[in-house]
């Protein structure tokens, strides 16, 4: 059982570390993103070893950073925001199970009016915000679980937010309300087995740049789809 943190906690270990001398493996470095080079962000070149040496430091368990990676999906919907800006310019965005922040980063740059990047992980929550400073745009960090509800914006972006199928029971019937509810919404998923058989419309496909940790291949094909 993880004690919780706060997120004031979060970005204060996230401050630190930044501005903390050394390199390695298990230091986090602000560093381009391969897909998207236009948005840089704090990451581990090792987050396994970062989360072990921070977990020994903090003296408890702390939840996996999923955050200090950059992921295939992300980075095909930042990607993809960038290209299009037609799609945020103006527009109300929401960033679900944000991560790092990289697709709200983009729609930031892409011209959104409003940006919010959500997601439960107190580390996530502090990794936006430091991460949306680096690239000077304003995005507001949200720690809530929003999954039982219904999104007040005008998109939903999704980023490899599908990839055990206890989180796709959930956030799929999410995305659909959402969609339902007349909000767009765009999905960007590599193909981790969670997707439904039908209800998505194919909008673009991208070779991207592997970056995960334990993954062979260096490019995956990933998918951005919108709920039909």
Known sequence: MLAPVSTTTAL?????EIAAPGVGPDR??????PFVPEVRLHLAEDAILWWARM?????????????????????????????????????RVLDLAAGSGLVAIAAALAGADEVVANDVDPYAVAAVTVNARANRVRVTADGDDLLDGVAGVDLVVAG?????????????????RCAERGVEVLVGDPDRGHLPPDGLDLVASYPVPTTEPSVDSPVRRVQVLRPR
């Open 28 to 33: 986090l470095r602000l560093v381009g993103t």
């Open 55 to 91: 977990e020994a430091a903090a003296g408890r368990s702390l939840p996996p950073p999923y955050w200090a990676s950059v992921w295939a999906g992300g980075q095909a919907l930042a990607r993809h925001l960038l290209d299009h800006p037609d799609l945020v310019a103006g527009r």
């Open 160 to 176: 490899d937010a599908l990839y055990d199928a206890g989180l796709a029971a959930r956030v799929l019937p999410y995305l659909r």
């Open 12 to 16: 204060a270990d996230l401050e630190q």
